[in-house]
C-alpha cells in the first residue's frame, strides 16, 4: 500500500496542485478537469505495470505481487486510488470540502468490510480498499457533475499551459515529500522484518490523524489563497485553529495512547507507544513547515518548496537508515 501511495504521487505530475491552484480561474473548467484526470489516471497504470516488472529487482519481498491475480488486482487498486485523489483535489478546488469527508467516510467502508474478508489475507486488504475506493469515485462523479463540471473524454493538453511549470515544480517537491513517507516502511522491511514493520505501521496510521489535521488545514488555506482571500490572516486564522485541534489531541496520545493501541492487540500497545508518542510530538514541527510551503504555493514560490523537501526528505531517509541499523 506504501508503494502504491508512491506510484500514485509520482502519477500525478504535480497536477493536483495545479488542479487547486488554476481549476477556480480557469475558463474552461470541464477540459481543465477531464484532461488532468485522464493523463494522471494512464500513468498511474503505465508506473504500476513498471512497478511490477521490476520487484525483483528492488523489493524481492513483494515478488508475491507478481504471482496469480496479483497484478491485475494491483493496478485496478491504483487506478482508483489516482482516480478518487484527482476527484477529492477537484471537489476542494471547488470549495467543497464537507463532500470530501462525505468522500473519506466511503474510503472508510474499508475496515467493516475487511472485517468481514480478513480470512483472503492480503487479498483481502486489496479487495476491501478497492471496493471503497470505487463507491468513493463514483460519488465524487456525481456530486463534482452536480457542482457544473463535467467529465470529458477528451485530452486538451492546451489547458495545461498555464500551470505547467507550477504543476512540475510541484510534482518534484511532492516526490521527496512523499519519498520519507512511503520509502521508510519498506527500508523496515528490508533491515527489520514484517514484524518490526506492523508495529511502525500501527503507529504511524494512529498518528496519522493528527498529520491529517495539519494537512486538511493547510490545504485550506491554499484554496482560500488561490482564490484571492487574504493571505496573511487566514495563515494566522489557520495557526490558531491547527493548535486548537492539535494540542489536545497529542495530550489525549500520551495519556491514553497505550489503551488506544490495545484495539489492535496487546503487542502493539506494548511495542508502537513510545514510537506513537515521538510522531505525535513531530506533528507539531510538521505543522510549521506545512503551512510555510503552502503560503509558498500561493505565492507560487516553488523553488523554495523543492529545497525545503529535499532536505528533509534526504534527512529521514538516511538518519533513519543509519538509526534502524543500529537499534
Same mark, same amino acid.
Given at each position: 500500500? !506504501?508503494?502504491?501511495?508512491?506510484?500514485?504521487?509520482?502519477?500525478?505530475?504535480?497536477?493536483?496542485?495545479?488542479?487547486?491552484?488554476?481549476?477556480?480561474?480557469?475558463?474552461?473548467?470541464?477540459?481543465?478537469?477531464?484532461?488532468?484526470?485522464?493523463?494522471?489516471?494512464?500513468?498511474?497504470?503505465?508506473?504500476?505495470?513498471?512497478?511490477?516488472?521490476?520487484?525483483?529487482?528492488?523489493?524481492?519481498?513483494?515478488?508475491?505481487?507478481?504471482?496469480?491475480?496479483?497484478?491485475?488486482?494491483? @493496478?485496478?487498486?491504483?487506478?482508483? !486510488?489516482?482516480?478518487?485523489?484527482?476527484?477529492?483535489?477537484?471537489?476542494?478546488?471547488?470549495?467543497?470540502?464537507?463532500?470530501?469527508?462525505?468522500?473519506?467516510?466511503?474510503?472508510?467502508?474499508?475496515?467493516?468490510?475487511?472485517?468481514?474478508?480478513?480470512?483472503?489475507?492480503?487479498?483481502?486488504?486489496?479487495?476491501?480498499?478497492?471496493?471503497?475506493?470505487?463507491?468513493?469515485?463514483?460519488?465524487?462523479?456525481?456530486?463534482?457533475?452536480?457542482?457544473?463540471?463535467?467529465?470529458?473524454?477528451?485530452?486538451?493538453?492546451?489547458?495545461?499551459?498555464?500551470?505547467?511549470?507550477?504543476?512540475?515544480?510541484?510534482?518534484?517537491?511532492?516526490?521527496?515529500?512523499?519519498?520519507? @513517507?512511503?520509502?521508510?516502511?519498506?527500508?523496515?522491511?528490508?533491515? /527489520?522484518?514484517?514484524?518490526?514493520?506492523?508495529?511502525?505501521?500501527?503507529?504511524?496510521?494512529?498518528?496519522?490523524?493528527?498529520?491529517?489535521?495539519?494537512?486538511?488545514?493547510?490545504?485550506?488555506?491554499?484554496?482560500?489563497?488561490?482564490?484571492?482571500?487574504?493571505?496573511?490572516?487566514?495563515?494566522?486564522?489557520? /495557526?490558531?485553529?491547527?493548535?486548537?485541534?492539535?494540542?489536545?489531541?497529542?495530550?489525549?496520545?500520551?495519556?491514553?495512547?497505550?489503551?488506544?493501541?490495545?484495539?489492535?492487540?496487546?503487542?502493539?500497545?506494548?511495542?508502537?507507544?513510545?514510537?506513537?508518542?515521538?510522531?505525535?510530538?513531530?506533528?507539531?514541527?510538521?505543522?510549521?513547515?506545512?503551512?510555510?510551503?503552502?503560503?509558498?504555493?500561493?505565492?507560487?514560490?516553488?523553488?523554495?518548496?523543492?529545497?525545503?523537501?529535499?532536505?528533509?526528505? @534526504?534527512?529521514?531517509?538516511?538518519?533513519?537508515?543509519?538509526?534502524?541499523?543500529?537499534?
Amino acid at each position: 500500500i !506504501s508503494a502504491s501511495s508512491l506510484i500514485v504521487a509520482l502519477s500525478r505530475f504535480g497536477m493536483d496542485d495545479g488542479l487547486v491552484r488554476f481549476l477556480p480561474s480557469s475558463k474552461n473548467k470541464d477540459g481543465f478537469y477531464s484532461t488532468t484526470l485522464i493523463i494522471t489516471l494512464i500513468t498511474s497504470i503505465i508506473l504500476a505495470i513498471m512497478f511490477l516488472i521490476g520487484l525483483d529487482w528492488f523489493s524481492p519481498s513483494l515478488s508475491f505481487l507478481q504471482q496469480g491475480f496479483f497484478p491485475i488486482i494491483l @493496478i485496478i487498486f491504483i487506478a482508483l !486510488s489516482s482516480l478518487n485523489g484527482i476527484q477529492e483535489t477537484a471537489l476542494i478546488a471547488l470549495r467543497k470540502g464537507e463532500l470530501c469527508f462525505i468522500n473519506n467516510l466511503f474510503i472508510g467502508f474499508r475496515i467493516p468490510i475487511l472485517y468481514f474478508i480478513a480470512s483472503l489475507g492480503t487479498l483481502g486488504i486489496f479487495f476491501a480498499f478497492e471496493v471503497a475506493y470505487f463507491i468513493a469515485s463514483i460519488f465524487s462523479i456525481y456530486m463534482i457533475y452536480r457542482l457544473g463540471v463535467k467529465f470529458k473524454l477528451s485530452l486538451n493538453v492546451e489547458l495545461l499551459k498555464d500551470s505547467f511549470l507550477f504543476s512540475i515544480g510541484s510534482y518534484t517537491a511532492g516526490i521527496f515529500s512523499t519519498a520519507a @513517507i512511503t520509502i521508510i516502511p519498506i527500508l523496515i522491511i528490508k533491515i /527489520l522484518g514484517a514484524e518490526s514493520n506492523a508495529y511502525f505501521y500501527i503507529a504511524y496510521s494512529v498518528a496519522s490523524l493528527l498529520f491529517t489535521m495539519v494537512g486538511s488545514i493547510s490545504t485550506s488555506l491554499f484554496v482560500e489563497g488561490s482564490h484571492d482571500s487574504p493571505l496573511k490572516e487566514d495563515v494566522l486564522k489557520s /495557526l490558531k485553529f491547527v493548535m486548537i485541534l492539535l494540542i489536545p489531541s497529542i495530550l489525549v496520545i500520551f495519556l491514553f495512547g497505550d489503551k488506544i493501541l490495545l484495539l489492535f492487540s496487546k503487542e502493539f500497545s506494548e511495542q508502537s507507544f513510545e514510537l506513537l508518542k515521538l510522531l505525535a510530538i513531530s506533528s507539531l514541527f510538521s505543522t510549521i513547515i506545512s503551512m510555510y510551503i503552502t503560503i509558498k504555493r500561493v505565492q507560487k514560490d516553488i523553488k523554495t518548496i523543492i529545497y525545503i523537501n529535499i532536505s528533509s526528505t @534526504i534527512i529521514v531517509i538516511v538518519i533513519g537508515y543509519v538509526l534502524l541499523l543500529r537499534f
